[in-house]
């Protein structure tokens, strides 16, 4: 049944054909990546990720806009959404941790990657199991669109839209509404 579960999952090209019922660690790095790509998915970024540069010193959202791989590596793209200056700024986030070559290490050619999704998932919501557990639903997915249809559009953000797209201290505690 297992093989048979691994199998299935590889068939999934498409981040819209991942269910939310999948269990996240079944998920090869592309697949999550194109999955959270797809519900244009809204986390929070720690303050130590963004570079000096910026000066950020507050934690920002970000949404992931696209999946893709540099050098058989899987990336995600993000768009910031909120942390000062650098807001609708792009920054590139690695899936997993990277695996440093012995030449990348001793060259000092390495990116260091202080944090990675995988790592980020299971601090925010605590060790989730499932797409679901991350909050992401098909209702999500649409009140993201929405806000960022205002957002071009010129009209107004209203609280109750950002609170559906951006759930802060939910997602600082991992609890689900209710």
Same mark, same amino acid.
């Given at each position: 049944?297992?093989?048979?579960?691994?199998?299935?999952?590889?068939?999934?090209?498409?981040?819209?054909?991942?269910?939310?019922?999948?269990?996240?660690?079944?998920?090869?790095?592309?697949?999550?990546?194109?999955? @959270?790509? =797809?519900? %244009?998915?809204?986390?929070? +970024?720690?303050? *130590?990720?963004?570079?000096?540069?910026? !000066?950020?010193?507050?934690?920002?959202?970000?949404?992931?806009c696209q999946a893709y791989a540099v050098n058989k590596k899987q990336y995600i793209d993000c768009t910031v959404l909120e942390a000062a200056d650098c807001r609708g700024d792009t920054i590139m986030l690695p899936i997993s941790k990277?695996? @440093?070559? =012995?030449? %990348?290490?001793?060259?000092? +050619?390495?990116? *260091?990657?202080?944090?990675?999704?995988? !790592?980020?998932?299971?601090?925010?919501?605590?060790?989730?199991r499932i797409l679901s557990d991350i909050r992401l639903s098909h209702t999500k997915s649409q009140a993201v669109t929405q806000t960022l249809l205002n957002l071009w559009c010129g009209v107004p953000v209203t609280a109750h839209n950002d609170q559906a797209v951006i759930d802060d201290e939910d997602s600082e505690t991992g609890e689900t509404e209710s």
């Open positions: 049944d297992t093989k048979a579960t691994k199998k299935h999952d590889k068939s999934w090209t498409s981040g819209s054909q991942v269910p939310l019922d999948t269990e996240i660690e079944l998920l090869g790095d592309h697949q999550l990546g194109r999955c @959270l790509a =797809h519900h %244009q998915f809204v986390f929070k +970024l720690p303050w *130590d990720w963004f570079p000096s540069e910026w !000066k950020v010193k507050t934690d920002g959202h970000v949404m992931v990277p695996v @440093l070559t =012995h030449k %990348q290490i001793t060259t000092g +050619l390495s990116e *260091d990657y202080v944090w990675w999704m995988r !790592k980020l998932l299971k601090t925010n919501f605590r060790n989730p």
